[in-house]
């Protein structure tokens, strides 16, 4: 009788907890779902094409995104440029050169410290580097900014991707007479390419969205501008400004650049998954 | 005869010639020095970052001394700074978020591992991590937007009617219902950290070996008792590693709080009352600073925040290489 009691209350308990699991996981579900039905709701009635031919507008007049759009476009390319490769050497070095050195440890410890690490705390740091010193805020210290978020998610996923290329592949190649940069730059690299990629597109996909460090460093330009040293115009700044601004013509670009912003982010990182899963099933 | 001198021509030592020797060697030292030059580039600059923060901050280290920890005062115009009420809003807001994003995460973590049918498990994983994909400014617009008059309208008034009589609590729930505030905020912030520590908390449960599980279910254990008995105590280790780098994601959350937080330099035992972080102050302020002692305040909050910040991802990552160590795979 009481094992009976016992048993049905254990039941009981077990099936309350597993339903708060599953209904957990509906509401994590139910809240990107929310996310992105708000952004479709909002965001799409205001998509023209004079969003992609104008630049912004102040209160009252209509205007497009087209400045905002070059600007992060341009600025996401420099922050790529800058921070990918240094990015790619360093955990070239930690997987293949130092493998298991101090330095490689260290390293390691540290760079994933910085991909955690407050962006707005980089957008002051290059704030007082490059702005104050330039006198100005600039395009160039946008990329710059950027370059440092990259840095560590590609440094990261580099490091892990040539890990998982087998030691013998690099062995059969030193065999028959590769010198070491041989080995790295035709079968490591080869090897580990996709997920090399794939680190790189998650990086872009970061940086397309990031606000706080572009605040200090490339601020804003309500027009079209070209020039790298001065301000220029950036998507996820303008929605922070129209955003924070009374007016409800200049929230609807709002929502329509955070739904340009969100999606593109998104397909970003959707394929840059599906580049490391399509490589997981060939190997 | 014949077959003899073929094998011999074989094992005849073929000459390189010393250029491209040197070549090699040459290029082999090129690669090696780039990249340890690039992976020490990782040290320097963050090297870097500290030391202009701290040479940033000296003006205001100066002028406040230890009383910037603990001075409320924010006036612009007396140039008076303290602190304390962005510290405080950061923690407060930070830990609202654990309270609310610990739970869901690790109940999404055993959904997944757990219950979930297998054809299931990857979507639904991939789903929480996209919510890791969604910009910051994203979760900004929408709290404002969205978030904000939801809990203003339908959550805050139960709030305060519920506790607005039982001592203690009516003093955190007390107010009128702004919408905006220092519980917005945390109920943003408890959605981003989902993400993160879900992810980790998945993964350190699949390295739970499946004959302790299987042990435990031939016992007669309910699934529930498996994870609180057998799931949770291995994976302990690895879980707070995942809830330290979610508080970390947390402390230094910057565009999504500054639109909903309110911005208001004053601590409130409030938790519906409007109020700033570190990061929030920076973001609205930085750029308006009038004067060298208003932006250095505002670069010793950025370096008390990065410091913070470190030290909570510093122990998140040595609790996560401890489990790695075990299993043998990195989280």
Known sequence: MIDQLRYHRRRAVNGVVMGLAGAAAVSGLLILGIILGTLLYEGFSGLSLRVFTESTPTAGSPGGLLNAIYGSVLMTILGTALGAPIGILAGTYMAEYGRNTRLTMTVRFINDILLSAPSIVIGMFINVVVVYRMHHFSAWAGGIALAFLVLPVVVRTTEDMLLLVPNTLREAASAIGSPRWLVILNVSYRAARAGMITGVLLAVARITGETAPLLFTALNNQFMSTNMNAPMANLPVVIYNFANSPYPDLHQLAWTAALLITFTVLALNISARSLATSRFKES | ?331
Not at chain 2, 52 to 66: D, N, T, W
Not at chain 2, 139 to 148: D, K, N, R
Not at chain 2, 174 to 191: E, K, M, Q, R
Request: net charge neutral; glycine share 10%; aromatic share 8%.
């Open chain 2, 1 to 331: 005869m014949n077959s003899s001198a073929h094998v011999a021509s074989y094992s005849d030592p073929v000459e390189i010639p010393a250029s491209i020797l040197r070549r090699n060697n040459m290029w082999d030292a090129l690669l090696r020095n780039a990249t340890r030059t690039a992976a020490l580039t990782v040290l320097v600059l963050l090297g870097g970052v500290i030391a202009s923060l701290v040479q940033g901050s000296v003006p205001a280290i100066k002028a406040f001394g230890f009383g910037f920890l603990t001075s409320s005062s924010w006036n612009p115009v007396t140039e008076k700074f303290g602190a304390l009420p962005a510290i405080y809003g950061t923690l407060v807001t930070s830990i609202i978020a654990m309270v609310i994003g610990v739970p869901v995460s690790l109940g999404i973590a055993v959904f997944i591992t757990e219950l979930c049918p297998p054809r299931l498990k990857r979507p639904i994983s991939t789903a929480i991590e996209l919510l890791a994909g969604v910009p910051s400014i994203i979760y900004g617009i929408w709290g404002l937007f969205v978030l904000a008059p939801f809990l203003q309208e339908h959550v805050q008034p139960i709030l305060i009617a519920l506790f607005g009589h039982v001592p203690l609590f009516n003093m955190i729930f007390a107010g009128p219902p702004y919408g905006i505030g220092v519980l917005t905020a945390g109920v943003i912030l408890s959605v981003m950290v989902l993400p993160y520590i879900t992810s980790v908390s998945r993964d350190v449960f699949e390295t739970v070996p499946t004959v302790l599980k299987e042990s435990a279910y031939g016992l007669g254990c309910t699934t529930w008792e498996v994870v609180r008995n057998i799931v949770l105590p291995y994976a302990r280790t690895g879980v707070v590693g995942g809830v330290m780098l979610g508080l970390g994601r947390a402390l230094g959350e910057t565009m999504a709080v500054t639109f909903v937080i309110g911005n208001a330099h004053k601590i409130a035992s409030s938790i519906l009352a409007p109020g700033t972080t570190i990061s929030a102050s920076i973001a609205n302020e930085f750029t308006e600073a009038e004067g060298d002692l208003y932006s250095s305040a505002l670069i010793e909050l950025g370096l008390i925040l990065f410091v913070i910040t470190f030290v909570v991802l510093a122990c998140a990552r040595m609790m996560l290489a401890r489990v790695e160590a075990r299993s043998g795979s990195r989280v």
